[in-house]
């Protein structure tokens, strides 16, 4: 299409495209940008460093072969954004990292290595219903084990979610993997006579709120059912007294130690064929994670963990932050589970037929990045600006920026035709850390003004009463030509 | 849907879905993906110097507010991948980072800091035949300047494009960025008499061959046309011999320096008031670009360079990387345009109806980063292997592994239950530069065995005949455990 012309503008005007983006996929502006970077560097760090490598399998994958494998038991039919390639197959963007993984491994079995060790690190895609802080792109970090049975390989990700977590800044009490398993559950059902498919999956919807409700509402969920409050009812899975006490018991098993909530369980569940595998493999798990330095406060046995039980085979685990971030209006945000992972025995079998041992653990660091940003503030300063006094001036001021460049300082020459006031306001908007000025004065002396702009900013907050502070650093002062560089980067701390 | 049993696998193999993945899309393994992550972060350090911000306007855009504005003349329809969302509006990906941005200058229009000066870094999609080197999803890194008129903000966009080519690797000389202008162009249409909309368009695309086929091909196309080798005519403009002469001496007026070509160029468009504009223009250009310390061999003004003059209403280059890459076969890769820009005053008013001049320039990374990726071969250097020698040892041989990575080894220890020759062969498989091996043995003496690999590899290849090295770095040695850390670094070369 061409440009239009200036008359076409005009008549083009009421069909102009209004300027506006769809829901869930905000614009997202440097801070937010520097801090998910940080943390996707960190985290892929930590994997690299494990002995994964990169892989990135693109965004799209035919339907069939993505399947519908949501981890989140929550949303077993969420939407992906699907279209028909240009061969009329239907094609859609990832909606993990996971379903691809399976796709690749199958597609590529005889010529990687056994066991198959990647992290992947890149958006994915939900065609779901956006909210605060929920947005339909993400970016998870993801690292996984295929071709690995047995918990050795299982505790390996449950100390690489803890070092990930570190990664992402949580210190040692502000995260905490909480780890349970399949076989666990399993052996509880069994204990507690739930034998029903159907009426499993409305017990482990009811334990899994055991975070939100606590035991009386647990107790509700697995009875009679619960009324919230705006009054409507949930549906309760029908227990008799007994068996609840049973999965309670169960649920709140959590100790002070893996060692001392294995011994628990080994009493609730130890009894049946799943549950002794369970315990059995918790046993093995502590071994290895106690051998690779993450103690108890770190990651714990917590049998009230339900993650996807229609997608995972054996352990499971989540990733809790539980340090608190701070908005502008320094309101508390609060953020749960981050990440999670566990056994995945049969993605790859869904291609191969054969079965395919696999383990992994997947990080969503958007969110994290969005709350850290909003957290602590917009950190990026902005360039030096070298005003334009004088038109015929321009190859100069080029000049004076240029030179700050090449010494590693954030600079750039004023675009434009405004006056200095504008120019000022320019600079401030930029978040300047100092600006530079050379008039007809400045040229005559040989010298340029600087106008520092943080020691104006502090001395407006009446930050610098200090007087010997202010001769030091005063708000605005000239220097040769052949100094400037030196004294921009004692004043913009370049790197 | 729940995992599936072994007897609901063995039903369902008929109905297995392919491994398989759309074209256009490949997987990307570690050595591609680290070359293109260091293209991106060494070119967008190039933009934040020069204080541009980073913005991400997220991958989907309405239809309506994209528009059709393929910078590439050739391709005035290419595809996008669209589809509805759930309020049946059609959404497409981006097929370059230009679209969305004028979509958020306008939606912010009051907000924003003028002029705004953003870089984005990250994938573009276009819905065409892929091919080699030509992918489906590809990373754009652009830099663009809106609300900046004059040729100031051109020239700063043209040393930003030299730049962002020596970040990506190219030394003096392996890159041009080669620049001609809207303006000019119009002034030799006028001059040779070519007045006509849709014969400019055919002249446009004649000219834009010069590259390819030379003044002889040129001229067939700007006269009766041209047959190719396979017998396929082209249509020609049908000019006549002296309208030929102005235009091909018009293209071919690249001369040793800017200086000098703006010169001629004077004399064959100045006379209009267009092409007197464009040199007025030029000479601008030039004395900004001599004041960054863009050289002529840096820098060139070239009047054969066409780049999609429907959407560029200014100055318009080319950023050429002339730097040849060689595949595994000693096959030599040309790149010829990486990148180009330009000023396109329009896409802005798109929206808001008032004018917004802009400036830009945009570099793909992910061709470029296939190549170097074949050329230079995988570099990325495997984990240190500890093997598993004991089942019941695993505690054992993991804290050896996290000894590894506490002194930022790259490290794993083995997961599976496979033998010596297989774990072995792994590490092979993995480029490991050694292994580590506690077997009975060595745990009674308190040692560990080291295998390193890299000297083997050299000793197997018959590099290292000289004794003294060999004995100084022998391919299997033992040490005490304490020491095994320190050992190790000198062989893998941790950072």
Known sequence: MAIMSTDEQQGAAQRRPEARKPRGFPDRTAAIIAAERKLVDSITAVYQ??????????????VDALGKFLPDADRPNAGVFALQDDDEQWIALRYDHTAPLARYVAENWERIPKPFRRYSAGPVWRNEKPGPFRFREFIQCDADSVGVSGPAA???????????????????????????????????????????????????????????????????????????????????????????????????????????????????????????????????????????????????????????????????????????????DGNALRF?????????????????????????????????????????????????????????????????????????????????????????KYADRRNSPAVVIVGGNEREKGVVTIKDLKAGAAAAKGMTDNEAWRAERPGQFECARGEMVARIKAIAGAP
Chains 1, 2 share one sequence.
Not at 49 to 62: M, Q, V
Not at 369 to 390: I, K, R
């Open 336 to 424: 749960g589970s981050v990440g999670g992972g566990g056994r995945y025995d049969g993605l790859v079998a869904r291609f191969r037929g054969e079965p395919a041992p696999a383990t992994g653990f997947s990080v969503g660091v958007s969110r994290l990045a969005a709350a850290m940003a909003v957290s602590e503030g917009p950190a990026v300063e902005g360039p030096v600006l070298v005003l334009v006094m004088d038109k015929d001036q321009l190859a100069d001021y080029a000049t004076l920026a240029s030179d700050l460049r090449r010494a590693g300082v954030r600079a750039e020459m004023y675009l434009g035709s405004s006056g200095m006031k504008a120019q000022m």
């Open 49 to 62: 460093r494990w002995g994964f490598d990169a892989l990135d399998t693109g965004p799209f994958e035919y």
């Open 154 to 328: 299982d505790a390996e990700m449950i100390a690489i979610a803890a070092q990930a977590m570190q990664a992402a800044g949580a210190q040692h009490g502000e995260y905490l993997i909480r780890v349970n398993s399949r076989q666990l559950l399993d052996g509880i059902m069994e204990t507690a006579g739930v034998l029903d498919p159907m009426q499993r999956g409305t017990v482990l919807r009811a334990l899994d709120k055991f975070d939100k409700f606590g035991v009386e509402g647990v107790m509700l969920l697995l009875g009679k059912g619960r009324k919230d409050e705006s009054g409507d009812v949930t549906q309760g899975a029908g227990l008799a007294a007994n068996q609840i006490d049973v999965l309670l018991e169960f649920i709140t098993a959590r100790s002070i130690s893996r060692a001392e909530t294995a011994r628990k369980l080994a009493n609730s569940v130890g009894m049946t064929r799943s549950g002794a595998t369970g315990v059995a493999e918790l046993a093995e798990i502590d071994a290895i994670l106690t051998a690779l330095g993450i103690g108890d406060d770190a990651a714990a046995f917590d049998p009230s963990i339900v993650r996807g039980l229609e997608y995972y085979t054996g352990p499971v685990f989540e990733a809790e932050y539980l340090r608190e971030f701070h908005d502008a």
